[in-house]
T-cell receptor, first 113, second 112 residues
Framework: DGGITQSPKYLFRKEGQNVTLSCEQN?????MYWYRQDPGQGLRLIYY???????QKGDIAEGYSVSREKKESFPLTVTSAQKNPTAFYLC????????????FGSGTRLTVV | GENVEQHPSTLSVQEGDSAVIKCTYS??????FPWYKQELGKGPQLIID?????GEKKDQRIAVTLNKTAKHFSLHITETQPEDSAVYFC???????????FGRGTSLIVHP
């Protein structure tokens, strides 16, 4: 079955640590996105990539970094510069042409300990 | 840029009742309006979408309506069931820009 996989489901970060969230898709989608969701809040765009080896900052990119070396993979690193990283992180991919809808992963819940 | 307002933020109904969630958008160039359902602890899932050349679309118990003149679109769920309890997000995007603007979400609670 085609889909998008995020791992791990739960992640704990110590102060000053960088952590990387994985996002893999086998839908052959060009575009991939990272969103942050805080309790009771909507979705805020962190980074997006519309093609391999290219990515753009979203609305809240500070303290985060990404890479897009392969079409299937779009990992997100939460750096120590992100002062309030505790949140639910969602990865999504988007089909081409008329099909603009997102397919989301199941999310990673990151907690600072 | 695009701005999407969604109401209400919380909606509580009895099983079997209908539920309506309303959204407005600001950019008249927006032409694609998907709706997503997010169950607790999971990622959102696209449940229905509508394009600007259509005024209404139905899929079993759910329907979406679009009023381009007023820049309103709404999600209608009939004969609600407890499994409909979730957070629903409306979105609007301009064809070609690909990146949608999300509403802030509506928490629907269906009481058995």
């Amino acid at each position: 079955d085609g889909g998008i996989t995020q791992s791990p489901k739960y992640l704990f970060r110590k102060e000053g640590q960088n952590v990387t969230l994985s996002c893999e898709q086998n839908l052959n989608h060009d575009a991939m996105y990272w969103y942050r969701q805080d309790p009771g809040q909507g979705l805020r765009l962190i980074y997006y990539s519309q093609i391999v080896n290219d990515f753009q900052k979203g609305d809240i990119a500070e303290g985060y970094s990404v890479s897009r070396e392969k079409k299937e993979s779009f990992p997100l690193t939460v750096t120590s510069a992100q002062k309030n990283p505790t949140a639910f992180y969602l990865c999504a991919s988007q089909g081409p042409g008329e099909d603009y809808g997102y397919t989301f992963g199941s999310g990673t819940r990151l907690t600072v300990v | 840029g695009e701005n999407v307002e969604q109401h209400p933020s919380t909606l509580s109904v009895q099983e079997g009742d209908s539920a309506v969630i309303k959204c407005t958008y600001s950019d008249s160039a927006s032409n694609y309006f998907p709706w997503y359902k997010q169950e607790l602890g999971k990622g959102p899932q696209l449940i229905i979408d509508i394009r600007s050349n259509v005024g209404e679309k139905k899929d079993q118990r759910i329907a979406v309506t679009l009023n381009k003149t007023a820049k309103h679109f709404s999600l209608h769920i009939t004969e609600t069931q407890p499994e409909d309890s979730a957070v629903y997000f409306c979105t609007a995007s301009i064809g070609g820009s690909y990146i949608p603007t999300f509403g802030r979400g509506t928490s629907l609670i269906v009481h058995p």
